[in-house]
């Protein structure tokens, strides 16, 4: 056993907190949160300059041929920093499923667009139902001919305004089925809803949109436990976000409470200050050491559904106890809407409810006890 | 980054199930909650230390197995799992061989350490008095020189083990001039002596397992002194993260948890079994969560500790958060079970021998020994975060 970070490791970490400390201060995040598009052109560029496209992907599809664990260090620096974008349904609920069950043809299609910064993609799984079950499904893609027609509505689809590609997870005869859809296919009309992360989840309506059965994700009809799986790897790379998140509110909160003096002395040196204090550190460092084992058990392959549900159940509920004494200890300064705050605090409650919330991986949680 | 433990590790957890479980079946004891500060069983102890598992880590030239802490935390886990009657030696093989290793002169690890090993040193712990809690440096208890030997006079409290004890571990004042905190001493010495006398303190459980321990013109020779004289304060600091630190915070009623989890599989309510009662279920894995995030942050102090450094404001961390999920649990569990929650272990139709009711009582003093919650979070405040004093 070994819960240390590997040098490259630490380096990424440190090069990714750097080049987002420079690039994205939080004036940035503003910009490019009330921007039409959600994300800057220029700085996702950059990135994937960098290689965080394809940071965990092969090498044969333009990817550096690192592993989850690896791009877990870097989304915990986008969670501190409040990354705004499709980096998240580009590469961790898309990459990773094409990756993971792509044909070859697909992956040499389509990964290397990834990798490069040329394509966005996202997944587009939830419906009306808000739900992360199979039963939440109502699309369906009718098989006809060379095609599937596809027709329903999918809502809370991320960045599915600038996304080029979208997985869409649709009824088919006998199961759940995967189709890699062409964006601009004729029938797909998109609305941007209006988020408390002001991130850019959609409504994406599929009018008879039809495509080619060589765009099949996987097994037709096979797919629901894939979609499983993209849920499973989509949760731990929120924690790791969601740890990024709620360090970076410690940190403030800290630093805060050793500037600010009331009755003549630092807040920080008030014991009830100091109790918030260590109860946020507290949940900080077990949201980072669940996130990182169940990410570490995603990169090595091994089944890992108990502990993806408790470390997601844990960060839901801990980042809303860690926002709640940030803001206390911060006073009427926290919810101001200049003050920088109040972008963890959004996006802390939005990450508690995507992918599962602790209700949902808590009963995850219990049938691994064989409740 | 590797959450794997190794294959002799995987081994070894199994070679102590096997022992433990050969032990129940046997009916050698039964497993209970808080065996490990309650459940005085010299034989127990007695083969625990022919299996060579005290000192699991001192180095071998000092008769230990130069094991890492994480072995010994997998030990550990396996004997708070089982509910093993382990008190005799806990505190010796915890703390007290670790300090001897650490500050005793060459004779004491030969005198002291042999029977540490052997099971032999019931120890208690004589640290607060009725004046010094918290504030541990505030202590009276004074062990003034006398030619070859110190005279020992004042009271403890709280004194764990106290009732069982042959050995106790002593923080007495040394230099009464000294700012309080550079005036104390150690010494580590048997109890059988003229002057020593000890009064159990009844807890809310009914038990005892802490006590009064009043010395009266006892008179011990040098050689009991544990490191540098007037240095005893800043030695204990290093000692409690090692106290505070086991999976004793996290686990130390953990036969509970496994008795409720089985508890609300078997037991019907309206024709159906409370596991499958959403609100139990819920309860259930929020506890199981609780304890998985604890249980990292004790392999992380293990971890730490292999590195070579003193769990600080880790243990600080992880004594508040395992304790505050023990008291969970033992709460939770007399709601899951209900009316029936409310039975003591002697009563009538009493499910699961009483251990919810023993639990939820007892716990209450876990966020209060070895370190109160409110002072380990102002440590941790302190030294992690770095908050300012004043």
Known sequence: MNLALSEEQEMLKTMARDVLADKLPKTAVKEIEESEEGYSAELWKEMAGLGWMGLAFPEKYGGSGMSFLDLAMLLEEMGRACLPGPYFSTVVLSGFTILDIGTDGQKDEYLPKISSGEAIFTLALTEPSASYKESGIGTKAAAEGDSYVISGTKLFVPDANVADYILVAARTDKGITLFIVDAKSPGISTTVLKTIANDKLCEVVFDKVKVPKDNVLGEPDQGWPEVEKIIQRAAVGKCCEMTGCIQQALDMTVEYAKDRKQYGRPIGSFQVIQHYCADMATDVDGTRLSAYQAAWMVSVGLPCTQEVAIAKAWAGEACQRVMALAHQIHGAIGVTIDHDLQYYTRRAKAAEVSFGDASFHREVVAREMGL | ?390
């Open chain 2, 1 to 390: 980054m590797d959450f794997r433990l190794s294959e002799e590790q995987d081994k070894f957890r199994q070679e102590v199930r096997d022992f433990l479980e050969g032990e129940i079946k046997q009916g050698l004891w039964e497993p209970s909650c808080d065996a490990w500060i309650m459940g005085h069983n010299p034989e127990f102890t007695k083969r625990v230390s022919q299996k060579d598992w005290i000192g699991l880590t001192w180095p071998k030239e000092y008769g230990g197995q130069g094991r890492s802490y994480v072995d010994r935390l997998i030990l550990t886990e396996e004997m708070l799992r089982y509910g093993a009657p382990a008190a005799c030696h806990w505190f010796a093989d915890r703390q007290i061989g670790g300090a001897v290793v650490h500050y005793g002169t060459d004779q004491q690890k030969k005198e002291l350490l042999p029977m540490i090993l052997k099971g032999e040193a019931y120890v208690g712990l004589g640290m607060s008095e009725p004046d010094a809690g918290s504030d541990l440096a505030s202590l009276k208890t004074k062990a003034t020189e006398d030619g070859d030997d110190f005279i020992i006079d004042g009271q403890k409290t709280w004194t764990s083990g106290g009732g069982n004890m042959n050995w106790i571990y002593l923080v007495a004042r040394t230099d009464p001039d000294a700012v309080k905190h550079k005036g104390i001493s150690e010494f580590f010495f048997k109890t059988d002596l003229p002057g020593v006398s000890v009064t159990p303190i009844e807890d809310i459980t009914g038990g005892v397992h802490f006590n009064e321990v009043f010395f009266e013109n006892v008179r011990i020779p040098k050689t009991s002194l544990i490191g540098e004289r007037n240095r005893g304060f800043y030695q204990i600091l290093n000692q409690l993260d090692y106290e505070r630190s086991g999976m004793e915070r996290l686990m130390a009623n953990y036969p509970l948890f496994e008795a409720v989890i089985k508890y609300s599989k078997e037991t019907k309510q309206n024709g159906k079994p409370l596991a499958e009662d959403p609100l139990v279920r819920a309860k259930l894995a929020q506890l199981k969560i609780e304890f998985e995030i604890g249980r990292l942050h004790m392999y992380r102090i293990a971890m730490v500790m292999d590195e070579g450094r003193a769990p600080n404001w880790e243990s600080s961390m992880s004594k508040v958060y395992g304790t505050a999920f023990e008291q969970h649990l033992a709460g939770a569990a007399i709601e899951i079970l209900g009316l029936y929650g409310q039975l003591s272990p002697e009563s009538k139709r009493v499910p699961m021998r009483g251990m919810a009711y023993h639990s939820y009582l007892s716990s209450k003093g876990y966020s209060l020994q070895a370190g109160s919650s409110e002072v380990l979070k102002n440590i941790l405040a302190l030294r992690k975060l770095e908050l300012p004093n004043q």
